[in-house]
T-cell receptor, first 114, second 115 residues
């Protein structure tokens, strides 16, 4: 079974530039999550989708971050404009459904903002 | 409020030693799930175990074992006869069974196993 795919794996940009990350979840998984993991910390949920709809985006900085999940499969996360404090690893995860199901994580995208 | 505390930031052991990673959680929910994930240097979080709050039986899987104690709100993880490949950051996480609440992670414990 193919795992969660993410691209790119690494990205370096300058502050005020924009960047986009892509995620392809495990086939058949209805729920998709984007996490931000700052160095030395555990992942923090940014946004959760159930199929096409947003379930939780309470911790997404909506003035600069946006995410979409078209057709309930792939998802993109965008930052515009980026700040220095956005430097982190962005992890995508998927699960069969929301709630207590185990989440399967992709390899992440390491973003460095200079 | 939901919270997970992993007090050990870093642990270093010599190969073949046993090591226990501590996890203490806080929640007001009576039904919840606890998880352990492993994050090797490659960065991908690997699911290790899920436990629901009604099942306090300890679990063993090969060299891994988990001790869940509701009375102390702890869900500790022991690796027996550690190996270099066990070197990683280990995260404990809590998922309250309140519908769509997010997974709450601890800050992780970095384990280094030295040959």
């Amino acid at each position: 079974e193919a795992g969660v795919a993410q691209s790119p794996r690494y990205k370096i940009i300058e502050k005020r530039q924009s960047v986009a990350f892509w995620c392809n979840p495990i086939s058949g998984h209805a729920t998709l999550y984007w996490y931000q993991q700052i160095l030395g910390q555990g992942p923090k949920l940014l946004i959760q989708f159930q199929n096409n709809g947003v379930v939780d985006d309470s911790q997404l900085p909506k003035d600069r971050f946006s995410a979409e999940r078209l057709k309930g499969v792939d998802s993109t996360l965008k930052i515009q404009p980026a700040k220095l404090e956005d430097s982190a690893v962005y992890l995508c995860a998927s699960s069969l459904s929301s709630g207590s199901y185990e989440q399967f994580f992709g390899p992440g995208t390491r973003l460095t903002v200079l | 409020a939901q919270k997970v505390t992993q007090a050990q930031t870093e642990i270093s052991v010599v190969e073949k030693e046993d090591v226990t990673l501590d996890c203490v959680y806080e929640t007001r929910d009576t039904t919840y799930y606890l998880f352990w994930y492993k994050q090797p240097p490659s960065g991908e979080l690997v699911f290790l175990i899920r436990r629901n709050s009604f099942d306090e039986q300890n679990e063993i899987s090969g060299r891994y074992s988990w001790n869940f104690q509701k009375s102390t709100s702890s869900f500790n993880f022991t690796i027996t006869a550690s190996q270099v490949v066990d070197s990683a950051v280990y995260f404990c996480a809590l998922n309250p069974n309140s519908g769509n609440t997010p997974l709450v992670f601890g800050k992780g414990t970095r384990l280094s196993v030295i040959a």
